[in-house]
């Protein structure tokens, strides 16, 4: 083995962008479809054990893209989307466990896995995910500091899917309401079900309130003079939970949650898409009905790129996002 002077100790740190092949089965606002979704992260290491190899270190979520909704019930498509600021100072770094261990050419940084709950309080961070009837409100924190519990999404319109209208549902839609969750009114009083029999398309005047989780198993190999030589991850997994009703662009904070009960959250929950992150070589379990996105390729897997940046040096979330892997 080389001398230990020889070799990258590995601080520092560490801005993450991972493409994450997903798809989703169909809800009620939303066809069977597969998509790419971009996870932005930041990791520090602020110390190695020199005899576990295990690492001193934390991980912090820098954004999320989520791939766009069709829905041919709609008649449309739309895109569920974090502000901009959600990502921006308020947010905490969490432990992240891991090893870096050196042989003579090179060594390795294993994280296994970065968890990062958002909007969302977990007693096991790795643990399996709760199904909606295992939460409640409570359960959901304020963590984009807005008023409300879980985090907001924004639900922005997309352009209209090429199909003809006779393709277009015209029965008494399954979700929690006739407008789906772009509908105005205050929650519990606008969004009543079952109601008029054709769905109106979700749109940006209004948010959807969410837990997150998002998850991400990853390995990079460091050369002695501390230049990244490979990264891989594996392992990935985005969920996410209704935290409370739909929130009427306007609606004041303090009374917004006073007609969501737990059946019209639950009822929320089940139109939000459930992700299924595909790895390398694996196939959705259905390809859908349409061109692209749905189509039953194998997956190449999550594929992560990385940038790393010597012990000091402040990284912001944004400067994350606008590196050119």
């Not at 990258?8 to 066809?31: E, F, H, K, P, Q």
Request: glycine share 10%; net charge negative.
């Amino acid at each position: 083995m080389k001398p230990a002077s020889t070799q990258c100790d590995g601080l520092g740190s560490y801005a993450l962008r991972a493409a994450i092949d997903v798809t989703w089965d169909a809800t009620a606002w939303s066809d069977v479809g597969r998509g790419t979704a971009e996870l932005y992260g930041l990791v520090e290491v602020d110390a190695v054990d020199p005899a576990t190899h295990a690492l001193s270190a934390s991980f912090r979520a820098c954004g999320l893209t989520l791939p766009a909704l069709n829905s041919s019930a709609l008649c449309s498509s739309y895109q569920l989307k974090f502000p901009e600021d959600t990502w921006q100072g308020k947010l905490s770094a969490q432990k992240l466990e891991g090893t870096y261990v050196c042989d003579a050419e090179k060594c390795t940084l294993k994280l296994a896995p970065a968890s990062y709950a958002l909007g969302i309080q977990l007693s096991e961070p790795h643990g399996a995910w709760p199904a909606v009837e295992d939460t409640t409100t409570s359960q959901f924190s304020d963590d984009d500091a807005d008023g409300f519990p879980g985090v907001s999404i924004d639900v922005m319109s997309g352009a209209s899917l090429a199909t003809s209208q006779s393709a277009c549902s015209t029965t008494t839609p399954t979700g929690p309401g006739a407008q789906g969750p772009g509908s105005s009114g205050s929650p519990g009083t606008g969004n009543q079900w079952p109601g008029a029999t054709t769905p109106i398309m979700p749109t940006q005047i209004g948010q959807l309130l969410v837990g997150l989780r998002t998850q991400l198993t990853a390995a990079m190999s460091i050369s002695p003079a501390c230049e990244l030589q490979e990264v891989n991850a594996s392992k990935a997994a985005i969920d996410l939970r209704a935290a409370g009703c739909f929130v009427a662009d306007g609606t004041d904070p303090a009374t917004a949650m006073l007609g969501c009960s737990e059946q019209l959250r639950a009822s929320y929950d089940e139109t939000l898409p459930h992700y299924d992150v595909l790895e390398q070589g694996k196939a959705p379990k259905s390809s859908g009905s349409g061109p692209g996105p749905n189509r039953k390729e194998p997956s190449a897997g999550t594929l992560l790129k990385a940038a790393r940046f010597a012990p000091g040096t402040d990284i912001s979330c944004e400067q994350a996002r606008s590196i050119m892997f």
